[in-house]
């Protein structure tokens, strides 16, 4: 398993002009192996592309001023994107051919092994590339294997490291004694089995502000002064609306990792459902996919179980009963005509999570189920809660309804 922890460069103006000189460099050195392949009959393998490197810098001298590693990573980001063609393509999709990149689509450095050294100069932590130099860092973690430089649309420069974790897992528990299911949606983010209803985050103000600065930006001559500052200030806006997302997204898939024994969810198609007629805009914002990837990695490193199910029909089948009851998307309540079980649309719809999660798995738990007690009252939690403390639940379960 691979973690990733991203840290704030602080690099001076020459060493910013350093830094873009070495990603332009590799851009272009992106470019011409993509027209080699291009070019060429076969396609070589990756590691003879490399080896041609040395003779590139006898008539190429930029490339004399990057580090051996950062370039020999350029070659292999060029053949892990046609490998991902390769493979959207065996899956049915119509691809195309790689792009050469411009300058706005090439932004990255990765250091793979050597190459770079986090030390500790005159009580200041910083960063040092072959190369480049010494740049400060806003360290708080020590570090390890790799290192990708990257600058941000914002023009901010960030290292992301990457460890490799070769410890085992927590062993996942045999029978897990706390489990729940969890249905993803827009106007609740996420309906457990336990009664609880996370509101989705209200970035409405972050939105308006976004598009009045891309309003802003739609009026000003492109390529000018004006729209440069403008466009950087697009770029800020998209940011601080994807850092509030994630920090939600973060610390909601936290708690139910840390919290149970197996999390059921829904697996999801979220190019597919982007693609379905209407409300896309919501279903972007809503981040599925990133939540759900979240928190697999996090139940494997705290030793819970993860389990994703098929989602069909999980809305219409009663979690009671069984009978599959057909109801259009605007009817939210679940009312079973069979056993006469009741409750939220959402809420059954987690239920019939778990037990497709528990059957999949091929487990048994000692937790109640709809067939013996209706329901708990749902208890709505604030997504303000959730990014203010990161605990998106109340720390007493509300009372249960008991059936009739």
């Known amino acids: 398993m691979q973690y990733n922890y991203k840290y704030r460069l ?3 103006e020459a060493l910013h002009q350093e830094l873009c000189y ?3 460099t590799c851009r272009q050195l992106y470019n011409h192996v993509l ?9 070589p393998a990756r590691y003879e592309v490399q080896r041609r490197l040395p003779d590139l810098k006898s008539w190429w001298d930029d490339l004399e001023d990057v580090h051996s590693k950062v370039l020999q990573m350029v070659v292999k980001r060029v053949y892990d994107n046609l490998s991902t063609l390769k493979t959207q393509k065996e899956n049915g999709r119509a691809v195309g051919m790689l792009k050469w990149k411009p300058p706005r689509e090439y932004r990255s450095l990765t250091y793979n092994q050597s190459g770079f050294e986090l030390k500790n100069t005159s009580g200041r932590s910083v960063l040092w590339l072959s190369k480049i130099g010494e740049i400060p860092i806003r360290l708080h973690r020590d570090i390890p294997e790799n290192a990708t430089i990257k600058r941000e649309p914002t023009g901010e420069w960030y290292a992301t490291f990457g460890i490799d974790v070769d410890e085992d897992s927590p062993n996942k528990p045999e029978t897990p004694a706390k489990v729940v299911g969890i249905d993803v949606g827009i106007i609740k983010y996420a309906h457990d089995t336990d009664g609880y209803a996370i509101e989705s985050p209200d970035f409405s103000e972050e939105r308006n502000r976004l598009e009045r600065a891309q309003r802003d930006l739609s009026r000003k001559e492109y390529g000018s002064n004006n729209w440069e500052k403008q466009r950087k200030v697009v770029a800020e806006r998209h940011a601080d609306l994807k850092r509030k997302r994630r920090d939600f997204l973060h610390k909601l898939s936290n708690y139910y990792a840390t919290e149970y024994d197996l999390v059921a969810v829904e697996d999801l198609d979220g190019k597919g459902l982007l693609e379905l007629p209407g409300n896309s805009r919501n279903r972007a914002g809503a981040a599925w996919e990133t939540f759900l990837r979240m928190l697999e990695y996090k139940c494997e490193r705290e030793g819970t179980h993860f389990v994703a199910v098929d989602p069909k029909n999980t809305t219409k089948i009663c979690a009671s009963c069984g009978v599959k009851t057909d109801k259009p998307l605007w009817v939210r309540e679940q009312s079973c005509p069979a056993c006469g079980f009741e409750a939220d649309r959402d809420a059954n719809a987690a239920w019939n999570i778990l037990s497709r999660g528990l059957e999949d798995l091929g487990v048994g738990h000692s937790e109640v189920t709809p067939v013996e007690t209706a329901l708990p009252v749902d208890t709505p939690v604030s997504a303000k809660r959730v990014v203010e403390t990161g605990s998106p639940t ?11």
Do not use: T
């Open 10 to 12: 602080d690099p001076s």
């Open 22 to 24: 070495h990603v332009d």
């Open 35 to 43: 027209y080699l392949l291009n070019d060429a009959d076969d396609i």
């Open 394 to 404: 109340l720390k007493q379960r509300p009372a249960l309804a008991v059936s009739e």
